[in-house]
């Protein structure tokens, strides 16, 4: 992963209590989308992509093949000053969007293409700091609107690429936070949740009266569910945390709810500053309290992250587990279906 790139997202995405707030409004807001353009998705099965790519060449991507489609929203990269620019990133911003092909889309969207087809629209996502808004109106309108093009995009999906094909919904960190919203407007109660396979809600907290009929998942083989976890070193919690919660907290190494510890032997691969090399064993994991702690990981030059948040890692020190949940609940849902249609049949 581009260290500079890591340097800058681990300060700025642990530090959401202590940013400044910069005055502005959303008079000057970017054009909007237009996801008929292919320019519009940041990874799209129809275009070459940073999607497309795998870690080592042992590993296949199968979206040329695969019975499945994955609509990843990505988390934020639009940081640093903001000055003058608008709440909202711009989706013709050609070094914005440098910096989420470089790193999201490849760090993290690639996770998904053994798994199916990986569509990853570019939104107007919110500036980092919008999270930390005091002026609440303004910060609705803000991500209302990253929130708008990331429901355009899954509408113009459903209604141009889908096909009744089964849905994986992956998201981290803000694109969690719109997942979540899109998941119970056009999800969960509606006849769309019958293609649900799975939804990775990680990086944000997903309380446990969030959904109405949408669960949780028990077991690394549930369908038709949702899994959510946030990182953090062992002893260690956001400023803002409160004991005693609600969240739901997935175990990424056992897939179960339990709070028994899961060795980091029994982590398959994480996938940290060097693209090309899948690093076996880096991170164990613990539900404690709605996070997931674990110890610091073990990789070369560990030593140096000096901050208990492990945001920046929720998916990629646990790459290969995800990747393989992935492709295994996709199998799971599709022997169902079969096995369903071979009643309806009889």
């Known amino acids: 992963m581009n260290p500079r790139w890591i340097s800058v997202l681990f300060?700025?995405?642990?530090?959401?209590?202590?940013?400044?707030?910069?005055?502005?409004?959303?008079?000057?807001?970017?054009?909007?989308?237009?996801?008929?353009?292919?320019?519009?998705?940041?990874?799209?099965?129809?275009?070459?992509?940073?999607?497309?790519?795998?870690?080592?060449?042992?590993?296949?991507?199968?979206?040329?093949?695969?019975?499945?489609?994955?609509?990843?929203?990505?988390?934020?990269?639009?940081?640093?000053?903001?000055?003058?620019?608008?709440?909202?990133?711009?989706?013709?911003?050609?070094?914005?969007?440098?910096?989420?092909?470089?790193?999201?889309?490849?760090?993290?969207?690639?996770?998904?293409?053994?798994?199916?087809?990986?569509?990853?629209?570019?939104?107007?996502?919110?500036?980092?700091?919008?999270?930390?808004?005091?002026?609440?109106?303004?910060?609705?309108?803000?991500?209302?609107?990253?929130?708008?093009?990331?429901?355009?995009?899954?509408?113009?999906?459903?209604?141009?690429?889908?096909?009744?094909?089964?849905?994986?919904?992956?998201?981290?960190?803000?694109?969690?936070?719109?997942?979540?919203?899109?998941?119970?407007?056009?999800?969960?109660?509606?006849?769309?949740?019958?293609?649900?396979?799975?939804?990775y809600l990680v990086g944000i907290a997903v309380e446990a009266d969030y959904f109405q009929t949408l669960q949780p998942c028990e077991t690394p083989d549930d369908t038709g569910c949702f899994v959510s976890w946030r990182a953090w070193r062992r002893g260690h919690s956001p400023t803002y945390h409160i004991k005693n919660n609600n969240i739901i907290v997935t175990n990424p190494l056992t897939w179960t709810r339990t709070t028994d510890p899961a060795s980091r032997d029994l982590n398959k691969g994480a996938v940290l500053r060097k693209f090309n090399k899948v690093l076996p064993a880096v991170a164990e994991a613990q539900i404690h309290d709605g996070l997931l702690w674990l110890d610091r990981p073990n990789f070369s030059g560990s030593f140096l992250l000096r901050n208990p948040n492990y945001h920046i890692g929720d998916f990629n020190l646990y790459y290969m587990n995800v990747r393989l949940n992935a492709m295994h609940r996709v199998q799971v849902f599709l022997e169902g279906a079969n096995g369903e249609n071979r009643a309806d049949n009889n």
């Open 11 to 199: 300060v700025v995405l642990i530090a959401h209590a202590g940013l400044s707030q910069p005055a502005g409004d959303t008079d000057r807001l970017p054009a909007a989308p237009d996801y008929a353009n292919m320019n519009h998705w940041a990874a799209s099965p129809f275009k070459a992509d940073n999607a497309d790519r795998t870690p080592t060449d042992t590993l296949r991507d199968h979206q040329s093949t695969a019975p499945a489609d994955v609509f990843f929203l990505h988390p934020t990269i639009y940081t640093g000053k903001r000055g003058n620019r608008p709440w909202n990133g711009a989706i013709d911003d050609a070094k914005l969007n440098k910096k989420v092909d470089e790193s999201t889309i490849l760090y993290q969207a690639s996770i998904f293409n053994g798994a199916g087809r990986v569509f990853a629209p570019r939104y107007r996502q919110a500036h980092l700091s919008a999270y930390t808004l005091k002026d609440r109106d303004l910060q609705r309108d803000v991500f209302d609107i990253a929130y708008q093009d990331v429901r355009a995009a899954f509408e113009y999906y459903l209604q141009h690429y889908n096909e009744g094909r089964p849905i994986i919904i992956a998201s981290h960190s803000q694109g969690t936070t719109h997942a979540k919203r899109l998941l119970r407007d056009l999800v969960e109660g509606k006849a769309l949740q019958a293609q649900l396979v799975v939804a």
